[in-house]
């Protein structure tokens, strides 16, 4: 079983930052893609970045890209996600997941089998 867990959300102001992590248990072919999804009160679950492990392959949304930065510690088993001129619209429960090779730069939850509980992004303006 690999376990997933988030931390680093909070309140902010607009265009402000955060800095999202992801512990991973373990980087083995179960997780070698990490993905960041978000949840809004009300809305679908969305993928917003992802990076692939072993490679350092990153993708991203185009509703977060030049804003967010995912980045890796392998060492640490680490996912980070950076997030810069945060917007209120970003104001999510913030999710990261991990999966096989193969999901790598989907953006569809339902191939991700490993979630952690979430990490909440408030965005006032």
């Known amino acids: 079983q690999v376990q997933v867990t988030e931390s680093g959300g909070g309140s902010v102001q607009e265009g402000g930052s955060l800095r999202l992590s992801c512990v991973v248990s373990s980087f083995d072919h179960r997780s070698s893609c990490i993905g960041w999804f978000r949840q809004a009160p009300g809305q679908a679950r969305e993928g917003i970045a992802g990076?692939?492990?072993?490679?350092?392959?990153?993708f991203y949304a185009s509703s977060v890209k030049g804003r967010f930065t995912i980045s890796q510690d392998n060492a640490a088993k680490t996912i980070f996600l950076q997030m810069d001129s945060l917007k209120p619209e970003d104001t999510a429960m913030y999710y990261c997941a991990a999966g096989g090779r193969l999901v790598c730069g989907s953006w569809a939850p339902s191939v991700y089998n490993y979630w952690g509980r979430g990490t909440q992004v408030s965005v006032s303006s």
């Open positions: 990076i692939y492990a072993e490679g350092g392959n990153t």
